[in-house]
């Protein structure tokens, strides 16, 4: 069973920056896309970046493009999301999830991690 660990949530200021890492539980990774989505209380779970394992290619949601930076590694074991200039709209649960192809529909992807808490006080 492929497991997927989220890490590096916590609380920031709004302006300052959080670096998320997800994890895979199997080497290598059997899914070629990976993808970062949030959700807060009430509200449905939000696409924010995804990343090919195969291509590198990215796709972000509009609200985050230019303060976030999704990566991967080599290994195909580890993505990254890199957070900066956080506002406290940011402020969520983010889930780490892989699909076999990459889509910002959450419907596509069949492994998701634990998820983090994000806080960004004003």
């Known amino acids: 069973q492929v497991q997927l660990v989220e890490s590096g949530g916590g609380m920031v200021q709004a302006g300052g920056s959080l670096r998320l890492s997800c994890t895979a539980s199997v080497h290598p990774f059997s899914r070629d896309a990976m993808g970062w989505f949030r959700q807060v209380p009430g509200k449905e779970r939000e696409f924010v970046v995804g990343i090919s394992w195969s291509s590198g290619i990215a796709y972000y949601a509009d609200s985050v493009k230019g303060r976030f930076t999704i990566s991967r590694d080599g290994t195909k074991t580890a993505v990254y999301l890199q957070m900066n200039s956080l506002k406290p709209e940011d402020t969520a649960v983010y889930y780490c999830?892989?699909?076999?192809?990459?889509?910002?529909?959450?419907?596509?992807?069949?492994?998701w991690g634990q998820g983090t808490q994000v806080t960004v006080s004003s």
């Open positions: 999830a892989a699909a076999p192809v990459l889509r910002s529909s959450n419907l596509v992807y069949d492994y």
